[in-house]
């Protein structure tokens, strides 16, 4: 009986849900083939654009590899300036412009998210555009994030050395 009037209550929900058609989710190609999934979020009041996209990556599977150096290059590749903006002059832009960049890693996905105000776009799309397509792997930023993910794992992992003196980090995004 329990189940029943939980199954009977979620299923009202899920009717009351169905007729907000601002969160169907659609699949569209772009103009050179590749398709994704969009969902467009349109609610009286909200002002800000966020963009999701997941890259399947099988990094955590490969033997032989720093199992750290995705970890690192991710955190350089959203800090890592544009071939035409050093790394400050991005993140004081973003900040600026109250826009937020984020990619991490997962065993098998590389997921990087931007939210940023809609007024705004028109700046901050190129310069996301321009950090993926041409990352900037400064060595002085990798240097930087390095140390600060070293000091964090040792902290968290009761120091334990996960060898990040020398890694091919491009080679992960490349």
């Given amino acids: 009986m329990r189940f029943l009037i939980m199954s009977v209550f979620a299923v009202i929900i899920l009717v009351g849900c169905k007729s907000e058609t601002s969160r169907e989710v659609s699949l569209v190609t772009t103009p050179d083939g590749h398709q994704y999934y969009f969902m467009p979020i349109l609610e009286k009041g909200v002002t800000d654009i966020t963009i999701t996209a997941a890259w399947p990556s099988g990094w955590a599977y490969e033997a032989g590899k720093n199992q750290a150096v995705p970890y690192v290059a991710a955190d350089v590749l959203v800090s890592g300036g544009t071939a035409e903006r050093a790394p400050q002059d991005v993140m004081e832009l973003m900040n600026d412009r109250n826009s937020y960049a984020h990619f991490y ?14 007024e705004h776009r028109d700046v901050i799309l190129p310069i996301v555009r321009e950090m993926l397509i041409d990352p900037q792997f400064d060595p002085k930023w990798i240097e930087r994030v390095k140390q600060g993910w070293s000091a964090k794992q040792l902290e968290q992992s009761g120091n334990i050395d996960y060898g990040l003196a020398n890694f091919p980090m491009a080679t992960y995004f490349k």
């Fill in 105 to 118: 890693v997962t065993a098998n996905h590389a997921i990087g998210e931007v939210e940023f105000p809609k």
